[in-house]
């Protein structure tokens, strides 16, 4: 999990972290915050999530917990940064990391120096972690998401020279370039845990959009990332989701959206995210979004797969890739999904196209390329095998196969080895929730394309059903 301070455990510091939180509660009232007396900003360290909102009586649906005025949200617009640095700056996430860098350095200056107090200093996201505790996730498709690299350069070429730039104002003298660079990880850490996607004024529709900086490109003109102070305090559970942010002309409103009992944790939710992306942005891992996971198969390694088993010339295989990148079919990888996730098909159509491309004999293929049409999203005998040696492969790719019945692993001591700090060992612990997860979605998709086409139930072709394209849920 995220923390302020991981090296606190004197019984004084552990007073500081209640003395910060109620510093920080007092603080937002000040500046017109409505808390209501039902709930309480709560220290939830035992249960490994920093703070957490309780309630301290029984709550009906639909009740306000809080209103945040849209005047304590820090955004770039409402940040104190001066107005010729507001205008340099036209990336939404690279702005409000500035803008945080900017209130940060200015300590007791900046209006939000009691919820920095509360907010976390180090992060167990992957971003942060040793190259041997990255290899734990060796094969999973998150290692390739991190984006540390990128993220360095855009603070070296824009963050910093734009901060160098106004120095004084920043309160910057005397930190190296290193230290700029971890200071903007810091807060983009913290934005992608912590920012909400906020409706600007005008839009009042209710949404509950908390969000990573992924999605700042679809960004419509109407949004604005932004820290909204207690909104961001909640933690997240996909399945006991009680609670739901509304965006109002001058504040923002949290409410219950189911009866609460005292005493039960209030939680936002993230979305249908799968284990690995939680992980990724938020730096933990729980079972409840397990229903969500997914794996990634590169086209590359379907293409690798494809030439091997089919015989086929390189020639061949480029031509079939050609033509369905035309027709929009081609994704650099396609997701895998649950066999039982009820939203979502195991197998997409865009996949089930391209193994059957793949799979058809060339002059089955030559007159569908003729007529320029595709071949059916379904998986026929020759489709599944192909698809079936694929996930085989792709199961290669990880750094030890996880018996998703009891998780245990090849080199399952290294989690219990002693001279693993306890840090280490959590973050490797979740390395291997995370890559279990995904391992489990291989078995799952492994058996189901085995039983679709089990010599037993005598040698049928595969329908539309069997893949999901009808709509219909699949049972697992
Ligand atoms: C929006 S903040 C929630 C407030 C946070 N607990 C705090 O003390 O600042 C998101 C962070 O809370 C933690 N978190 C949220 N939901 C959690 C959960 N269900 N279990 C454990 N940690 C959780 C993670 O560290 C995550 O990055």
Same mark, same amino acid.
């Not at 907010?119 to 972690?129: A, I, K, Q, V």
């Not at 290899?135 to 498709?141: D, K, M, P, T, Y």
């Not at 039982?340 to 997409?348: A, C, L, Q, R, V």
């Given at each position: 999990m995220a923390s302020e301070d991981v090296s606190m455990t004197s019984t004084e510091e552990v007073d500081d972290f209640e003395i910060r939180t109620h510093s920080f509660v007092a603080w937002l009232q000040q500046h017109g915050a409505v808390i209501s007396s039902s709930i309480e900003l709560a220290d939830r360290r035992l249960q490994g999530a920093g703070r957490g909102v309780l309630a301290k009586t029984d709550i009906a649906e639909d009740e306000e917990l809080f209103a945040v005025p849209r005047s304590s949200i820090l955004t770039i617009a409402t940040s104190n940064l001066p107005a010729e640095v507001k205008t340099q700056l036209d990336d939404p996430w690279l702005g409000l990391i500035a803008a945080m860098v900017y209130e940060y350095q200015r300590g007791s200056e900046s209006m939000w120096e009691r919820y920095f107090a509360v907010?976390?200093?180090?992060?167990?996201?992957?971003?942060?972690?040793s190259n041997d505790e990255l290899?734990?996730?060796?094969?999973?498709?998150v290692v390739e998401k991190i984006g540390k690299l990128s993220a360095d350069r855009a603070f070296r070429e824009q963050v910093i020279p734009m901060i160098r730039q106004h120095a004084t104002a920043f309160h910057v003298?005397?930190?190296s370039d290193d230290d700029l660079v971890s200071l903007c990880h810091r807060m983009g850490s913290t934005i992608m845990a912590y920012a909400f996607d906020v409706e600007k004024p005008s839009t009042t529709d209710a949404h509950d959009q908390e969000d990573g900086w992924e999605e700042d490109e679809e960004e419509s003109e109407s949004m604005s990332k932004g820290m909204i102070p207690l909104a961001d305090m909640l933690n997240a559970d996909a399945d006991r989701n009680n609670a739901m942010l509304y965006y109002e002309e001058d504040k923002v409103v949290m409410k219950s959206i189911r009866a609460i009992k005292v005493g039960e944790e209030i939680f936002n939710d993230y979305g249908p995210l799968p284990s690995a992306d939680v992980f990724r942005r938020y730096g933990y891992v729980t079972?409840?979004? =397990?229903?969500?996971d997914v794996v990634e198969v590169s086209t590359q390694l379907i293409k690798d797969v494809a030439k091997e088993q089919m015989k086929m010339s390189d020639q061949d295989l480029e031509r079939r890739v050609r033509y369905l990148d035309e027709e929009e079919i081609l994704d650099e990888s396609y997701d895998i999904s649950r066999s039982?996730?009820?939203?979502?098909?195991?197998?997409?159509d865009e996949l089930c196209i391209l193994l059957s491309a793949l799979a058809l004999p060339a002059v089955e293929f030559e007159n569908l390329q003729r007529k320029r049409k595709l071949p059916r999203p379904a998986l026929e005998q020759s489709s599944a095998g192909l698809l079936s040696a694929v996930l085989h492969k792709r199961q290669g790719l990880y750094k030890d196969t996880v018996n998703?019945?009891?998780?245990?692993?090849?080199? =399952?001591?290294t989690i219990n080895d002693?001279?693993?700090e306890p840090r280490s060992a959590h973050r490797r612990g979740m390395a291997q929730q995370v890559i279990q997860g995904e391992q489990s979605v291989l078995f799952e998709a492994l058996a189901m394309l085995t039983e679709m086409h089990a010599p037993t139930s005598g040698k049928r072709k595969a329908t539309e059903a069997d893949t999901g394209n009808t709509g219909k849920k699949q049972k697992g």
């Open positions: 907010l976390p200093l180090e992060f167990d996201t992957p971003m942060f972690w290899n734990c996730l060796r094969g999973s498709a003298g005397g930190m079972s409840n979004y =397990a229903q969500y039982h996730n009820e939203d979502t098909k195991p197998f997409s998703p019945e009891n998780g245990t692993r090849g080199d =399952a001591g002693v001279t693993v």
